[in-house]
């Protein structure tokens, strides 16, 4: 038989293990958002103030970048597959906005946009990344 350890590497295996990755972290924003509507429940107006996500987004925050560095410890090779993880989620995010602006352009809206998600979306993850490689 053939050796397929460096084919491997760009594989199924790495391919399941970042879009595996991606939906961790659409887990963990959904779980951010299911804990705030279930706090708002009980106390009206603690997480979700109308359009104000801030609270609700440091909590995604939070649980990207935990389960960001569970997922590197996980997977001892997992910077590349991770960084491909984020890229699917930058895909899946320009997406919706671009659903649910209604404008295709990359103007100023969807950059405001894209980079104030990115805050609470890409940047624990990043962070998580780099924290898994320094304590290794």
Same mark, same amino acid.
């Given at each position: 038989?053939a050796?397929?350890g460096?084919?491997?590497r760009? %594989?199924r +295996?790495?391919?399941? %293990?970042a879009?595996?990755? $991606?939906?961790?972290?659409?887990?963990c924003?959904?779980v951010a958002f299911?804990?705030a509507s279930l706090?708002?429940?009980?106390?009206?107006?603690?997480l979700?103030?109308g359009?104000?996500?801030r609270? @609700? $987004?440091?909590?995604a925050a939070?649980?990207? +970048?935990? $389960?960001?560095?569970?997922w590197h410890?996980v997977r $001892?090779?997992g910077? %590349?597959e991770?960084?491909?993880?984020l +890229?699917? @989620?930058e895909?899946l995010?320009?997406?919706?906005?671009?659903?649910f602006t209604?404008?295709?352009? *990359?103007?100023?809206?969807f950059l405001?946009?894209f980079? +104030?998600?990115n805050?609470?979306?890409?940047?624990p993850?990043?962070v998580? *990344?780099?924290?898994?490689?320094?304590l290794?």
């Amino acid at each position: 038989m053939a050796d397929n350890g460096s084919h491997d590497r760009f %594989g199924r +295996a790495w391919f399941t %293990g970042a879009v595996v990755g $991606a939906l961790l972290i659409v887990v963990c924003i959904l779980v951010a958002f299911l804990i705030a509507s279930l706090v708002d429940l009980v106390r009206p107006g603690t997480l979700l103030r109308g359009r104000d996500f801030r609270p @609700t $987004a440091v909590m995604a925050a939070v649980l990207i +970048a935990s $389960a960001g560095f569970w997922w590197h410890r996980v997977r $001892a090779h997992g910077s %590349g597959e991770m960084l491909a993880s984020l +890229a699917l @989620t930058e895909v899946l995010l320009a997406g919706l906005i671009v659903f649910f602006t209604g404008s295709p352009a *990359i103007d100023r809206l969807f950059l405001d946009w894209f980079l +104030a998600v990115n805050l609470s979306l890409g940047l624990p993850w990043l962070v998580a *990344i780099g924290l898994s490689h320094i304590l290794r």
